[in-house]
């Protein structure tokens, strides 16, 4: 197996540090992207040194995954600290709920922007990187919503089906240089996100959308992130984690 040199965008809560715990404990150096949380980004820092080995990197990098300069100056610190990067998994997202009757072009193309044009302005970044090396693992975090359109507004829906076009080309053009990619389609985590301020009884509502007894982890999340990075033969796929939703 290659020494993994990963990036994490929004990789230190949620989904997002579950996807970096699990690269941590098998062996990869990571950067860890954030927007403004700070004491977030230390706390995740110092549990992901405390279980790192010596030879292992965390850099912790703050600023908008959304803004094209933002990425370009983090990925060139990534290079410059960790070296090329053979993993990146674009999860920084932000979830506004807002209906039709309620969005306005800000929360729009805020939505689009930091959603799905920070997927593309980190993969742009990364790509020679793993053309150079022949090897690389691109993972887009989506959601149910661009499955079947989910909760949160057109906005939100828009900006997970779009990174999930974006992955099929992806794999399409980048596949024959040995890097795949793929998405991830999570639902009703209950550890991460918008979920963490929901009251108990809120919660119970949502296990009545799925078919399995409880909601999902981050660690759900991070355990199928691990079985993509596994499967050099899978590319171009969406991974739906929610707990059979598609079932009821
Ligand atoms: N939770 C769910 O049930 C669920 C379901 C489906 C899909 N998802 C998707 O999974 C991904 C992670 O969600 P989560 O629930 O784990 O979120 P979360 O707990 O709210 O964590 C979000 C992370 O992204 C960072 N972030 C937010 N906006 C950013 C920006 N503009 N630039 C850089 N970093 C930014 C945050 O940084 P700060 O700490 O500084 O704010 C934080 O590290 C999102 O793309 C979300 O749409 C989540």
């Known amino acids: 197996m290659k020494k993994l040199t990963a990036v994490v965008t929004g990789g230190t809560r949620g989904i997002g540090f579950a996807i970096a715990e699990a690269l941590i404990k098998r062996g990869a150096s990571v950067a860890l992207t954030y927007k403004s949380n700070a004491r977030a980004a230390q706390k995740a820092k110092v549990y992901l040194t405390g279980i790192a080995k010596a030879d292992q990197s965390i850099l912790l990098l703050k600023g908008d995954a959304g803004d094209a300069k933002s990425v370009a100056g983090h990925y060139r610190a990534v290079h410059e600290q960790l070296g090329p990067v ?4 674009n999860n920084a997202g ?6 039709f009757d309620e969005i306005t072009i800000e929360d729009w193309s805020e939505t689009i922007r930091i959603n799905l044009s920070g997927a593309f302005y980190w993969s742009r970044q990364v790509v020679p ?3 150079a090396m022949q090897f690389g693992c691109i993972v887009n975090i989506a959601s149910i919503a661009a499955r079947g359109g989910g909760v949160v507004g057109p906005h939100y829906a828009a900006s997970k089906a779009g990174m999930v076009g974006m992955t099929r080309y992806a794999a399409r053009e980048l596949g024959p240089h040995g890097i795949t990619v793929n998405a991830i389609a999570p639902a009703f985590i209950e550890d991460a996100g918008i979920f963490l301020d929901w009251p108990e009884d809120k919660k119970q509502t949502l296990k009545k959308k799925i078919v399995v007894p409880r909601l999902g982890n981050a660690s759900d999340v991070a355990r199928a992130f691990e079985y993509l990075i596994d499967s050099p033969f899978v590319t171009g796929v969406t991974l739906d984690v929610n707990g059979g939703a598609f079932m009821i």
């Open 86 to 89: 053979n993993v990146l998994v």
């Open 129 to 131: 990187d793993m053309k």
């Open 94 to 99: 932000i979830m506004p709920t807002r209906s």
